[in-house]
């Protein structure tokens, strides 16, 4: 029912900043999570970021202070901004959707930093 759609990965420079969009279509529930994972070759798939509709945010220990998580309800979609890239943030970015125990993953977004 629910599809969840990535975009705004691609290629950046060390440093740079990207922003990527997730829109979730089908069902729209208020009461849910919506967050980013990522995984490189090689890597477990690790949480980046998680808000939940009342905007409590979750962020990796790591990422914080880089990477910031925000969600428009209106438009059931949620951001992830991504700034002082750095090599190792290369991986693919995975968007879901948790909903009463219910999980859905988008199909992906690939971000690579280099120069």
């Known amino acids: 029912q629910v599809e969840l759609v990535e975009s705004g990965g691609g290629l950046v420079q060390p440093g740079g900043s990207l922003r990527l969009s997730c829109a979730a279509s089908?069902?729209?529930?208020?009461?849910?999570?919506m967050g980013w994972y990522r995984q490189n070759l090689g890597d477990q798939r690790e949480l980046v970021a998680a808000?939940?509709?009342?905007?409590?945010?979750n962020y990796a220990d790591s990422l914080k202070g880089r990477f910031s998580i925000s969600k428009d309800n209106a438009k059931n979609t949620v951001y992830l901004q991504m700034s002082s890239l750095k090599p190792e943030d290369t991986a693919v970015y995975y968007c879901?959707?948790?909903?009463?125990?219910?999980?859905?993953w988008g199909q992906g977004t690939r971000v690579t930093v280099s120069s």
């Open positions: 879901y959707r948790e909903w009463r125990g219910i999980i859905k």
């Open positions: 089908g069902v729209a529930f208020n009461d849910d999570t």
């Open positions: 808000i939940t509709t009342g905007g409590d945010t």
